[in-house]
């Protein structure tokens, strides 16, 4: 195929979209884009030395692996050259004139037009390079890529407006260089003092060198960062910021982390691992299929982007870097899959992710709070999949509970330590909304008595709460299911007297009426205010799960739960005089659709329900002319 030797192409649509924003909203933190350059160029330093490990020819030519930063004052130009791995005329239009990453949509539907919060978006969604348009009126990359030859350099060319240049020409040298023609307004960016603070700022911690030359143009380059891979050094080297630096530059993520781990294992596996809890959740969290934060590294080598081999599902928020010295170079993602080694350190990995958030916990309640509000429901999914871990995770889980207004989350322990005397288990609230949770009626009897309730209102709840059996000795029980003892516990001052009369006989009345629709109808312990609720077998799914599970298209047998009526409300006391009969009927069937109304469900038939209590509003005398 012959190519034209130069040609013009246009952006993708959402590439236009995204250079007009960068070009005409994002004045202030747009000194972003040299560390997006410096990134990509270290990116391609990482590359090439991965593809030379098969082969080494790739990389046996000319430098080794820097970064260079050439500025020209009264030209207005600043670049940035790497000697990494370049790119073909083809990678170049592929790669610098679409957005290849999926979430390009997310990108734009996240962006607020606060130009601080919008910033931040751009290293986070993989369109780094074109950030270089926030500053620069041209943009022209000169790339070869290693292993071909001089004259099959690329030279991609454009001004940010919707189209760009390619040409075909002659590079002496691998690698790429991207040249910036600044906008008038942003000469600052072409000047030694300026620049080496910012590689400081943003790119200490770059493995590579960064060379800068202090007047520009000519004499010796300078080196400006460390160039030592961050984790290699030792922790009592390191300084706080140096760990937040270098988490912006792994996590794309301009924040700052909540904690970090650094560990350089010793033995007979030999590894160092540096974890980072970030403190807000990426928008795919959910997305069981979406990348995990670790890079994998071989004694010094990148070998991979998310390396999920090395922790489980449920910590997949966690960003960071692990640097083995026995694995093979040549790893694969099959490779790790199998070995045991790994195994075992994925085993070890885990253990300290567990532990840096059980001292988050006990020492930073606050920023816990933070990493439970952002990353709590996926770490419940940790008690499903990681039963070995159980009784590690299960001090680090959060609920909302009745004993508050809801503000802080509770542990399991401040919920042992407010046991009422002769309360033995842990009793907790399934509900599809914390609202609806606060509003049960199946609290009442409990909130009477001083008990307190978890109130579980999240999707995965009806999941996590199959897994928890019991905590330091203490059985989890759905309040909403069986029958409720509350005998054993003391009563507050508060509470009411339990119900005077016993009206055994209303009950099988009752039941008759509603046939079906109920397992059977008995007397209620947990009510206080309330007249009706549902109570559960303890083998039924439960109206949570079992909506879940047919919105996901299942269709589950139909079950059939309890009616509790409460034998000291008026309504109550009020049905056990009405003779059988219409009158009978209609309130027998007003309690039950309350009580499935109550928990956030449709009455039977809701127009006959909407008629019986209509019925009762326009005639009150209806029910009592008994
Ligand atoms: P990201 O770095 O997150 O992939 P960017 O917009 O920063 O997104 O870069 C887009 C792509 O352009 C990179 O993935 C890479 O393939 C290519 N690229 C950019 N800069 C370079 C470079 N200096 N050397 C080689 N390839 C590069
Ligand atoms: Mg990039």
Redo the contacts with the bound molecule.
Sequence with gaps: MTMPATETRGFQAEVSRLLQLMIHSMYSHREIFLR?LIS??S??CDRLRFAALADPALAADGTGPEIRIDFDSKERTLTVT?T????TRDEAAE??GTIARSGTAEFFARLTGDQQKDSTLIGQF?????SAFIVAERVEVL?RRAGLPADAAVCWSSRGDGEFTLATVTRAERG?S?RLWLREDAAEFADAFRLRGLIRRFSDHIAFPVLLRPDGGKGEYDRVNQAQALWTRPRSELTDDDYRQFYRHIAHDPGEPLAWSHHQVEGRREYTTLLYVPASAPFDLYNRESPRGLKLYVRRVFIMDDAEQFLPLYLRFIKGVIDSSDLPLNVSRELLQQDADVQAIRGAVTRRVVDLLARLAAGEADKYQTFWKEFGNVLKEGLVEDPGNRERLLPLLRFASTVDDGAVPQGLADYLARLRPGQKDICYLLADSLAAARGSPQLEGLRARGVEVLLLHERIDPWLVMHLDEYEGHRFVDIARGELRLDDIAATESAPAQAGTVIESLWPRVAARLGDRVAGVRASTRLAESAACLVRDHADPGPQLQRLLEAAGQKLPPTRPWLELNPAHPLVIRLNLLPDGDSFDSLAALLADQALIAEGAAPADPAAFVQRLNAWLLDPRMGGGA
């Excluded at 993989?126 to 074109?130: A, L, P």
């Design positions: 997006e990509n160029a990116d391609a790497d990494g791995i370049g790119m790669h610098l993989g369109v780094g390079f074109y790339s790429t991207v």
